[in-house]
């Protein structure tokens, strides 16, 4: 045989022994900057390579390809990677198979276009997940009413719904903000918006883009929700064509009667709730625990992490992915789910126990998935109206906000069949 035969062979030997690849490991101890090692793992699905999510090993890491342009990339956004040889990582994955590990290795495979819904005036730190995003160096568009009832959302693998009103109350701040120049403006940019777009009322206009958004689940989108925009956006499902607005909010009365007008089999997350009557009330509705908490202070306002099995439940294993199963509370205007208002076929995925609240929800509708997670902001415990923004560069290894990004990089999932 020749010389060059055996040059070639002992060539691809030694690149079989030294072949590696990177590890970004996700749990407290090794990881220097969670938030950003998301970006980077969907910096490399843009780049059409398909990575390893490893749920339950180390916090939930990420397996990549090795290349000097990642390790470079790592480097630069601050994120702690390890360099292992194949070997290595055969090792773990087959210590990830074994069936007494609740571990499983999830493959990601496209890097999914992000939508938020939000109005063009907002600025980015008005809304956790901007912030998050932009943090992470993860790309999203932002769309409003006009683009959601063209059909835009169809140019999207996932969406963000904030601290929006569906309903057409205006958030339900007129008790406190009815003279305030920034709630008169934005009181006259929604009718002017829903005028523009041929509704008579802002209601109807939001009750539109609720069930454009119902839809676009439905056929098989990705939602994502927090604060006001989940429990608003299932009341304006189940009050679809009823008036539930008063004179102040549509120049009309409410329609008599009209709780026992709601369809609750419209909703996504909901069922049996009762809506709060007063337009002086910084409310929608009984579904929300944020006057309900006066057990629960400050100081221990912590939920858990549910614990799925990785192998069989595949979805909210991914969902729950973190450094930790404690993760402290925060308010918003919808601040925790009422349990018995939430619906048997929707899987809770973190909640205070102590308090009968979830915080943190899943589920399938059509074919299409939502996860609701209720507060404003993980790390600003009860942020307020003008308060300044947080700086994530502050929270680095935040587990609040991990769990947005484990929604982020859901769709990007290959897809199995759930099995319980």
């Known amino acids: 045989m020749s010389k060059s035969f055996w040059t070639i062979l002992f060539l691809l030997f030694s690149f079989k022994i030294f072949a590696?690849?990177?590890?970004?490991?996700?749990?407290?101890?090794?990881?220097?900057?969670?938030?950003?090692?998301?970006g980077i793992t969907y910096w490399v699905l843009t780049k059409q390579q398909k990575v390893q999510w490893l749920l339950n090993y180390r916090g939930g890491s990420f397996l990549l390809p090795d290349g000097d342009n990642i390790r470079k990339e790592c480097q630069i956004r601050g994120v702690s990677f390890e360099i292992i040889s194949d070997a290595q990582a055969e090792a773990i994955l087959s210590e990830i198979s074994s069936p007494s590990k609740n571990q499983e290795a999830v493959i990601l495979e496209k890097a999914p276009k992000?939508?938020?819904?939000?109005?063009?005036?907002?600025?980015?730190?008005?809304?956790?997940?901007?912030?998050?995003?932009?943090?992470?160096?993860?790309?999203?568009?932002?769309?409003?009413?006009?683009?959601?009832?063209?059909?835009?959302?169809?140019?999207?693998?996932?969406?963000?719904?904030?601290?929006?009103?569906?309903?057409?109350?205006?958030?339900?701040?007129?008790?406190?903000?009815?003279?305030?120049?920034?709630?008169?403006?934005?009181?006259?940019?929604?009718?002017?918006?829903?005028?523009?777009?041929?509704?008579?009322?802002?209601?109807?206009?939001?009750?539109?883009?609720?069930?454009?958004?119902?839809?676009?689940?439905?056929?098989?989108?990705?939602?994502?929700?927090?604060?006001?925009?989940?429990?608003?956006?299932?009341?304006?499902?189940?009050?679809?064509?009823?008036?539930i607005?008063?004179?102040?909010?549509?120049?009309?009365?409410?329609?008599?009667?009209?709780?026992?007008?709601?369809?609750?089999?419209?909703?996504?997350?909901?069922?049996?709730?009762?809506?709060?009557?007063?337009?002086?009330?910084?409310?929608?509705?009984?579904?929300?625990?944020?006057?309900?908490?006066?057990?629960?202070?400050?100081?221990?306002?912590?939920?858990?992490?549910?614990?799925?099995?990785?192998?069989?439940?595949?979805?909210?294993?991914?969902?729950?992915?973190?450094?930790?199963?404690?993760v402290k509370g925060f308010m918003g205007q919808t601040t925790a789910f009422a349990r018995n208002e939430i619906k048997p076929t929707v899987m809770v995925l973190g909640e205070n126990k102590i308090n009968g609240e979830a915080r943190y929800i899943h589920g399938i509708k059509g074919k299409g998935f939502f996860t609701f997670y209720g507060g404003h902001d993980p790390e600003d415990y009860q942020h307020r109206v003008g308060d300044p923004k947080t700086e994530l560069e502050l929270h680095p290894t935040s587990p609040g906000y991990r769990l947005i990004l484990n929604n982020v990089l859901f769709p990007a999932a290959q897809k199995k069949k759930q099995k319980t």
């Open 245 to 326: 607005c008063e004179p102040m909010f549509d120049g009309d009365p409410s329609e008599a009667n009209y709780q026992n007008k709601l369809d609750y089999s419209r909703t996504f997350a909901f069922t049996n709730f009762t809506l709060e009557r007063s337009p002086l009330q910084y409310e929608f509705s009984s579904i929300d625990m944020t006057t309900k908490r006066g057990m629960v202070p400050k100081e221990s306002d912590y939920f858990s992490l549910m614990d799925f099995s990785a192998k069989w439940d595949p979805v909210p294993t991914m969902l729950c992915q973190n450094h930790t199963s404690l």
């Open 20 to 38: 590696s690849a990177i590890l970004i490991p996700m749990d407290a101890d090794s990881q220097k900057n969670h938030l950003k090692a998301y």
């Open 114 to 243: 992000i939508a938020v819904y939000s109005p063009k005036e907002n600025l980015p730190w008005d809304d956790a997940v901007t912030m998050v995003l932009t943090y992470a160096e993860i790309p999203y568009e932002t769309i409003y009413d006009e683009e959601v009832l063209n059909n835009k959302l169809l140019l999207f693998d996932w969406l963000h719904l904030h601290h929006e009103d569906f309903t057409g109350q205006y958030g339900k701040f007129y008790g406190a903000y009815r003279a305030a120049p920034w709630y008169l403006e934005g009181k006259a940019q929604a009718e002017s918006l829903a005028a523009k777009l041929g509704y008579s009322k802002v209601s109807e206009e939001k009750g539109a883009v609720a069930n454009a958004i119902r839809n676009y689940v439905i056929g098989g989108g990705f939602m994502f929700a927090m604060c006001s925009a989940t429990d608003s956006f299932d009341i304006a499902l189940a009050a679809d064509g009823v008036d």
